[in-house]
């Protein structure tokens, strides 16, 4: 049976407590297990877990008193090998260090967490309790990939109540469902007076009748099912993967065999088509953006309904008097006005106008116009050689006042449109 220790603070762990005592707000961000065998004298120099095993995404946070409670849920569906669980550490951001080991935890009668490959598998909850002087000085990244258990889903979801009207789509709880399981309403009605008692051996899927309403029992899924990275995991070339340091609708594609290095992945500033060494697998950086009709934006090609559309997708856009549209294959469209400084006394001026955005070439065609005003009839302006010096973020138009009326000055300015790559 598990005998956890108190949790003690890494000497990291107190140099950051000091800092939130003055204000700082302490950002809790994982969770990892381990089967070290070192004794609590030992964690204070440490800035890992002897043994590293699994990550945990933290699943949930709460506070009572001066106590917070955080919570993590270790499923065997994530173990590619079995380990005695003797390391428990919490991870948080040191805003002059980075992510560093705070506190750490061991216990003296570990329980031996099976792989998913063994016939017994468990699936076991983790929290750990911290003193806090201020509840709103903690901030938890809570993983939404990352497991909850029956208690959290009551908490999160609420218990189905009696009597009570659901929609489509509303979500719930009941007592006597497995672990990481919630209900799903899937034909709008209302409860029972009596709390329906559940089978045994209910799974994923299965329906649940309750007064009116249609429950369907829905899991929910870890990590590794959702196809986020595992750490110390075999991918083979072609394999996709999701991380959480990547912008919605973008993942990992392995180009590289091998197996993944032990410890959380870290992209900084991702790009399309860059690549990302994880232990001796290599990953290439993708895109796949779901679009109405069936279609998808990968990398630069857009298919609809599987008819290749050429790169035809918009990426960007600002549509107003000064906008521009970016497609997929690269092509910039763009528009504009700019004026002259009001009331230019000469009767010729050679005007630079900026882009929106810049062209990666200067193959792109200008068309340009005077915008003409009322001011003492000035409607005989005319632009010559139009864009006759240009770059990729600007070009440059000349005016001229064709017939004077009775001062000689150029008012407006000129409206433009320009396309190319």
């Not at 107190?14 to 089967?35: C, H, M, P, S, Y």
């Not at 005003?373 to 409607?379: A, E, G, L, R, W």
């Amino acid at each position: 049976m598990s005998q956890w220790a108190g949790g003690v603070l890494t000497a990291a762990g107190r140099a950051l407590q000091a800092k939130v005592e003055a204000g700082t707000t302490l950002v809790l961000t994982k969770i990892k297990l381990g089967d070290g065998t070192e004794q609590m004298s030992a964690v204070d120099s440490l800035t890992d877990l002897v043994g590293p095993k699994a990550i945990l995404g933290i699943s949930s946070a709460t506070s009572e008193d001066d106590v917070a409670t955080i919570t993590g849920v270790m499923s065997a569906t994530q173990l590619t090998a079995g380990f005695y669980c003797r390391e428990w550490g919490l991870f948080a951001d040191d805003p002059d260090e980075g992510e560093i080991l705070y506190m750490i935890t061991i216990d003296a009668q570990p329980e031996w967490l099976p792989a998913s490959t063994e016939a017994a598998q468990v699936s076991a909850t983790y929290a750990m309790n911290i003193a806090v002087a201020n509840a709103t000085n903690i901030e938890v990244n809570i993983d939404p990939a990352g497991l909850v258990d029956v208690d959290m889903l009551n908490e999160i979801l609420g218990v189905a109540e009696r009597s009570k009207a659901y929609s489509v789509g509303d979500l719930a709880s009941m007592p006597g469902l497995p672990a990481e399981h919630y209900l799903r309403c899937i034909t709008a009605g209302t409860t029972g007076a009596n709390t329906p008692v559940l089978p045994a051996n209910i799974k994923d899927g299965d329906k649940i009748s309750d007064g009116t309403v249609m429950w369907q029992v829905t899991k929910a899924m870890s990590a590794a099912e959702l196809g986020y990275r595992q750490p110390s995991t075999a991918y083979t070339a072609g394999q996709i993967a999701y991380h959480t340091s990547l912008p919605t609708g973008w993942y990992l594609e392995c180009t590289t065999a091998g197996t993944t290095g032990s410890s959380d992945l870290t992209i900084t500033s991702p790009s399309i088509g860059g690549t990302v060494s994880d232990g001796t697998v290599v990953w290439t950086v993708n895109r796949d953006l779901p679009l109405i009709g069936g279609g998808a934006l990968t990398g630069t090609n857009l298919t609809w309904n599987a008819n290749d559309l050429g790169g035809s997708a918009i990426v960007a856009k600002s549509l107003g008097t000064n906008g521009y549209i970016k497609y997929a294959s690269g092509l910039i469209v763009q528009w504009g006005s700019y004026a002259l400084p009001y009331g230019t006394n000469v009767t010729e001026y050679t005007l630079p106008v900026p882009f929106n955005v810049s062209f990666t070439t200067s193959s792109y065609q200008i068309v340009c116009s005077h915008m003409t005003d009322s001011i003492n009839n000035h409607t005989a302006i005319t632009v010559l050689e139009g864009a006759q010096y240009h770059s990729s973020d600007k070009f440059t138009v000349r005016l001229k006042l064709l017939s004077e009326a009775t001062d000689p000055v150029i008012y407006g300015g000129v409206s433009w449109f320009a396309i190319g790559y």
